[in-house]
């Protein structure tokens, strides 16, 4: 599955949302890095962390088991399952994140944005 991806620090610095409509438009066009905006594709038996990280990026994790956050990324367009344990609080699953180690997308052209840990909203979570 292709998978589009923004760094959340990215948009931080932009002043943009996760909320914006044309988020993934304006990331395009602010002429990122390839480490901070770009294209992955992600096999079926990997997680979307193995993917970025096969794809020589360096994405935020710790535990790799689901239990810290540190992987968390927002997803913005497309469907990316929820496993049975893990951290995240049902609001912030209702708010499209997901932890990277331990899920993977079941859409084309899902959109993520990683780095999220960084949200003001997720800090409370990281362990
Ligand atoms: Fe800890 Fe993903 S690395 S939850």
Request: glycine share 6%.
């Given at each position: ?71 968390a990324?927002a ?17 912030m699953?209702?708010r499209?994140i ?30």
């Open positions: 599955y292709r998978v589009e991806f923004l760094n959340y620090e990215r948009l931080d610095e932009h002043g943009w949302s996760l909320d914006d409509e044309d988020l993934f438009e304006k990331a395009a066009d602010a002429n990122l890095g390839n480490a901070d905006y770009g294209e992955i594709t992600v096999e079926e038996r990997e997680t979307l962390l193995e993917a970025a990280e096969n794809a020589g990026l360096a994405w935020p994790f710790a535990c790799r088991g689901g239990a810290c956050s540190n992987c990324v997803v913005i367009d497309g469907e990316v399952p929820i496993p049975t344990s893990h951290v995240l609080t049902q609001e699953i209702d499209g997901r932890l990277s180690c331990i899920t993977t997308p079941v859409t084309e052209d899902t959109k993520v944005v990683f780095n999220v840990k960084h949200m003001p909203a997720m800090e409370d979570l990281l362990l």
